[in-house]
């Protein structure tokens, strides 16, 4: 097992109410380096007493503690202290994420100064956000206030593809919001999880104000079932999230849910085949397309297909597999077995239904250790088929072709998801107009695009409600009316 002493102390244990514990059952999961199958460390699962505790000290440091009776600055100067440790431990986060999830180290590297700023982003709010607004009052009264108190007790599930960022997306706008949180990490991605738990026990964040906690989907369905916890914000698939909706939905909880996608990057006319090929190679090798918002689906003029799916398959050709931690490697392995044998099933249910293997489709002959599959293409694929409607999570392309840009658009917007597009196109009116007409949280140009800084979320069946910038603050914050006699001394924000 690789020695993880260094750079993670308390991988075993759990972060309740600002103290490390043991899991009472001995629960662990043992997480495999992606690249080489060997056993990378070994954490506590939590099992329902445990996060009984942890939802407990999250409820009593909401309503005894001191962390929502703190002004925003006061907080802020928190959130403030979490981003420069997040920047100190960055080669930490670099290392475990790229060894739990087979991403490119040299872009992992840079995950820890990128959360960094979201604190930091959420801690300036503090000064610039309307969290108490004068407002005049239309049904009596002489003095109204619009009052944006923290939502109370935040359930933060958060998946093992991207944990740090989910963390940044949460955990920050939370803290400032006032809210006390339990954060549930996947079993398959912990460390993350522990090195922002090490640095809020750092930082000296008052007990119970962020509790930390691996578990399996039945203590996460504990977590959303408890009547303690006023939100959830969930970060996962979209068949979890109908579940955990409709969990809320029988108490009334808050929910906050980024979900699975579809997502269709639509060359137009004049788009430049090349550059949209090198583009969307690129971006999809970057985390072995494992991300929700990755453009998988390509729907092209027909006249351009031939041209395209050749420069896509040479791009996708070039680019070498393996190590994730040699810099001339392009795409690392996926996650996990399992992750693997998922995305090779959907290879095989892309062949049943009748598309054409380009380029891809196996495991590298080179490797023989590893969860490593090549970057496939399918041409001709109808936008019904299951390769072409259904979340692979994996470096595979579906190329549809159309035959006009109403066409284009239709084929677009006929899946269930809603989470990101992007137009190829030399004319800046047109992508306008289409990114219009395409019913997606997202849509950039010429490029995968996600802007966290201002805002993310999906439409349809990818979700309820954005995370990141102003908009991400909002699901944090429930809104007081308070309608006064007359006016009152100085009110503080």
């Known amino acids: 097992m690789a020695d993880v002493s260094a750079r993670i102390r308390d991988f075993d244990h759990l972060f309740i109410n600002g103290e490390w514990q043991p899991s009472t059952s001995g629960a662990c999961f043992d997480i495999f380096d992606s690249s080489t199958e060997a056993l990378f460390a070994r954490t506590a699962l939590a ?3 445990e996060l009984s505790r942890a939802v407990q000290a999250a409820r009593d440091a909401f309503d005894t503690g001191p962390w929502p009776r703190m002004t925003h600055k006061e907080r802020a100067g928190y959130l403030r202290a979490i981003a420069a ?4 431990r960055a080669a930490d986060l670099g290392e475990c994420w790229t060894r739990e999830t087979g991403i490119l180290h040299s872009a992992a590297l840079h995950v820890g100064d990128g959360v960094a700023g979201m604190f930091d982003y959420y801690a300036g709010l503090a000064e610039s956000y309307p969290f108490i607004e004068p407002v005049s009052p239309t ?3 002489e003095y109204g206030l619009i009052v944006r108190e923290p939502v109370g007790v935040v359930g933060a599930i958060i998946p093992w593809n991207g944990p740090l960022g989910m963390i940044g997306a949460k955990v920050a706008p939370a803290l400032i919001a006032g809210c006390t949180i339990v954060l549930k990490a996947a079993p398959e991605a912990p460390a993350a999880p522990m090195i922002v738990a090490e640095i809020a026990q750092m930082v000296g964040l008052p007990h ?10 039945d203590v996460s369905e504990q977590l959303v079932r408890d009547p303690r916890v006023d939100k959830i914000t ?12 409709s969990l809320c939905g029988e108490r009334i909880a808050r929910c906050t849910l980024e979900l699975g996608g579809k997502s269709a990057a639509v060359l137009l006319n004049d788009a430049d085949v090349d550059h949209a090929a090198r583009h969307l190679a690129a971006s999809e090798t970057l985390l072995s397309g494992q991300v ?10 027909r006249k351009l297909q031939d041209d395209f799916v050749s420069a896509l398959s040479s791009a996708f050709e070039q680019v070498k597999v393996g190590d994730p931690f040699d810099p001339s490697t392009g795409m690392g392995p996926l996650a996990t077995e399992r992750q693997r044998s998922r995305v090779e099933h959907y290879i095989d249910q892309g062949v049943r239904d009748g598309g054409r293997l380009v380029t891809g489709g196996g495991r590298p002959r080179h490797l023989d250790k590893g969860w490593y599959i090549e970057p496939t293409i399918f041409d001709s694929v109808d936008n019904g088929a299951t390769i072409a409607q259904e979340e692979i999570f994996g470096p595979v392309l579906a190329v549809i072709p159309a035959d006009s840009e109403e066409e284009a658009v239709r084929i677009a917007n006929d899946t269930i998801y809603g989470l990101n597009a992007s137009v190829f196109t030399a004319d800046m009116d047109r992508a306008l107009a289409v990114s219009r007409a395409l019913r997606s949280g997202t849509v950039g140009h010429n490029a995968w695009r996600s802007d966290f800084g201002i805002a993310f979320g999906g439409f349809k069946q990818s979700g309820l409600g954005r995370e990141g910038g102003k908009e991400g603050l909002l699901p944090f914050l429930e809104t007081k009316v308070v309608i006064l006699d007359g006016v009152p001394g100085a009110v503080e924000n």
């Open 47 to 49: 099992r329902p007493e």
């Open 208 to 217: 119970g104000v962020l509790n930390v906690l691996v578990a399996d989907r």
């Open 234 to 245: 969930f970060t996962g698939s979209t068949s979890a999230g109908r579940r955990i909706a």
């Open 139 to 141: 049904a009596g009264g």
């Open 292 to 301: 929700c918002s990755s453009l998988t689906r390509i729907i092209v003029p």
């Open 85 to 88: 440790k997040l920047r100190e």
